[in-house]
């Protein structure tokens, strides 16, 4: 088992959490889980599949933990607030956890992060999902340069906020191409090159 895999994994789950719920509002609700399936894809991925499984839950319970003590003492980070929005379908399952549990800071991140970190390790270290996964990634970090690039673009205007500039490069039809054409390409390389 691969503990600095796992650290890393932790520090993904905790950052998308806040990033996604943040940039992207629309799926807010959806971001702990996002963020703790694609942590635990990255914890377990080249892993067999009960240390890729092991992997996923062991980083969602460390992240979720770490993200609980963080969320109570940083109220935001650069403008960026510091908060977990959870889907409502956990709710009452959630609510009743915490009830039994009140002294561990947001075990919702926890319970999340265990549950869907552990699915998250299982898909990674499925072999055959690899280029699956580096389409995804090239995806999104291909959205996230182009929103970066949006925001030095128009720095220094005051009517001009990240939000604005992530929700530009989602709505831009050439972008969203050029980032699908880009992650195609580039997966497409790498299947033939390293089969």
């Known amino acids: 088992m691969n503990f600095k895999k796992i650290m890393i ?19 807010a609700t959806w971001a702990t889980i996002m963020a703790a399936i694609a942590a635990g ?6 892993n067999k599949l009960h240390e890729g499984f092991t992997s996923g839950l062991l980083a969602g319970i460390i992240g979720g933990i770490a ?8 109220p935001n980070f650069y403008g960026i607030p510091v908060k977990i929005t959870n889907s409502e379908f956990l709710g009452p399952t959630l609510n009743l956890i915490e009830a039994s549990f009140p002294w561990i800071l947001n075990l919702d991140l926890v319970v999340t992060g265990m549950i869907f970190g552990g699915i998250g390790g299982f898909i990674g270290s499925r072999e055959k999902l690899k280029f699956v996964f580096i389409f995804l990634t090239l995806f999104i970090l291909y959205i996230f340069y182009g929103a970066i690039d949006n925001v030095a673009w128009n720095w220094g205007r005051s009517d001009w906020t990240w939000n604005m500039s992530i929700s530009h490069v989602l709505t831009n039809r050439i972008d969203l191409f050029i980032a699908v054409v880009f992650a195609a390409a580039t997966t497409i390389l790498a299947y033939v090159l390293l089969g």
């Open 41 to 46: 894809v990255y914890a377990g991925y080249k």
């Open 67 to 74: 993200g609980g003590v963080l969320i109570s003492y940083i």
């Open 9 to 27: 994994a932790s520090i993904l789950y905790i950052v998308w959490s806040v990033l996604i719920g943040f940039f992207l509002p629309m799926i």
